[in-house]
C-alpha cells in the first residue's frame, strides 16, 4: 500500500519560511504528477504547487508564485514546498497528493489517486 506523509508544518510569523516535506512509502509507483494542496476552514482544497515526476515541469496558483519552490528528489521517493514570505491567507492543512493520471499535472483534486494526512502550517500576523 502506498503511503504519503508530510512533516514540516508549523507556526511562523508572516515574512518567515516553512518548508514542507512528503515521503513516499514505496517507489513512486508510477506516479505522473506530485502536488500540494491546501485546505482553509470552509473553503475548498486548491492546487497550490504540482511538479511532474518525469519532466519536472511546475505548476503554481497565482498567489504563490515567487514566493513558493515545489521540488522532488526522485532517489529519495521525496517532494518539498519550500515556502518563502509566507502571509496569513497562506494558512491552512496542507496536503501531498499524487496522480497516475496522463494528463500531465491535473489541476483537480479529483484527479489525484494518493493522498497524505495533512500537516498544519499557520502563519501569525
Known amino acids: 500500500q502506498v503511503q504519503l506523509v508530510e512533516s514540516g508544518g508549523g507556526l511562523v510569523q508572516a515574512g518567515g519560511s516553512l518548508k514542507l516535506s512528503c515521503v513516499v512509502s514505496?517507489?513512486?509507483?508510477?506516479?505522473?504528477?506530485m502536488g500540494w494542496f491546501r485546505q482553509a476552514p470552509g473553503k475548498e482544497r486548491d492546487l497550490v504547487a504540482a511538479i511532474s515526476w518525469t519532466s519536472a515541469s511546475t505548476y503554481y496558483l497565482d498567489s504563490v508564485q515567487g514566493r513558493f519552490t515545489i521540488s522532488r528528489d526522485v532517489a529519495k521517493n521525496t517532494m518539498y514546498l519550500q515556502m518563502n514570505s509566507l502571509k496569513p491567507e497562506d494558512t491552512a492543512v496542507y496536503y501531498c497528493?499524487?496522480?497516475?493520471?496522463?494528463?500531465?499535472?491535473?489541476?483537480?483534486?479529483?484527479?489525484?489517486?494518493?493522498w497524505g494526512q495533512g500537516t498544519q502550517v499557520t502563519v501569525s500576523s
Open positions: 514505496v517507489r513512486t509507483y508510477n506516479f505522473r504528477t
Open positions: 497528493a499524487a496522480t497516475r493520471e496522463i494528463t500531465e499535472i491535473p489541476r483537480s483534486s479529483l484527479m489525484y489517486d494518493d
